[in-house]
T-cell receptor
Framework: AQTVTQSQPEMSVQEAETVTLSCTYDTSESDYYLFWYKQPPSRQMILVIRQEAYKQQNATENRFSVNFQKAAKSFSLKISDSQLGDAAMYFCAYRGAASKLTFGTGTRLQVTL | NAGVTQTPKFQVLKTGQSMTLQCAQDMNHEYMSWYRQDPGMGLRLIHYSVGAGITDQGEVPNGYNVSRSTTEDFPLRLLSAAPSQTSVYFC????????????FGSGTRLTVV
């Protein structure tokens, strides 16, 4: 079974600074997808970014980018120019051949002035 | 577009009562899932379905039943509510291709007293 580990329960960043959230996973599959979801206080789950395991190029979506290290099974999220609206829980998730989505335990990001 | 609609948004049950959490999607997604979210534990898969008439257990299925008679609907039944089932419940749906992220409903906060 696949597992996803987020070792940072809480992180803090100052507005306009850059922060990196960590995620590692364990799998025996060679083809899979990785996702980062954002959950603001409204509770809604919002897809932030996705990465296909076969693509070497790291995904980027505006201020959000990932550092995908397939051999190390690492998938970190970098948020540049942090904004107050980025404050939320962030979940790393894995989707493989079974197409079930497996989540990590989440990282709560605080953004300070 | 309605997306994934969950009802109710909040519910209080007494121990031993039964209820059904409703979930409907209008995107013709093949895959549907139910998750529960508890503090410090991320989102855990309860049951999932890969199509009408097909369901399977996830990580924490005990105390819950599901059925999928149509593509659109995937209700979750609590047979005899217990305080351990106090949680936030999310329904999610997706196309079958694993590169697609799941779309989530807005969640149901359930309290069992």
């Amino acid at each position: 079974a696949q597992t996803v580990t987020q070792s940072q329960p809480e992180m803090s960043v100052q507005e306009a600074e850059t922060v990196t959230l960590s995620c590692t996973y364990d799998t025996s599959e060679s083809d899979y997808y990785l996702f980062w979801y954002k959950q603001p206080p409204s509770r809604q789950m919002i897809l932030v970014i996705r990465q296909e395991a076969y693509k070497q190029q790291n995904a980027t979506e505006n201020r959000f980018s990932v550092n995908f290290q397939k051999a190390a099974k690492s998938f970190s999220l970098k948020i540049s120019d942090s904004q107050l609206g980025d404050a939320a829980m962030y979940f790393c998730a894995y989707r493989g051949a079974a197409s079930k989505l497996t989540f990590g335990t989440g990282t709560r990001l605080q953004v300070t002035l | 577009n309605a997306g994934v609609t969950q009802t109710p948004k909040f519910q209080v049950l007494k121990t031993g009562q039964s209820m059904t959490l409703q979930c409907a999607q209008d995107m013709n997604h093949e895959y549907m899932s139910w998750y529960r979210q508890d503090p410090g534990m991320g989102l855990r898969l309860i049951h999932y379905s890969v199509g009408a008439g097909i369901t399977d257990q996830g990580e924490v299925p005990n105390g819950y039943n599901v059925s999928r008679s149509t593509t659109e609907d995937f209700p979750l039944r609590l047979l005899s509510a217990a305080p351990s089932q106090t949680s936030v419940y999310f329904c999610a749906s997706s196309y079958s291709l694993p590169g697609n992220g799941y779309t989530f409903g807005s969640g149901t906060r359930l309290t069992v007293v």
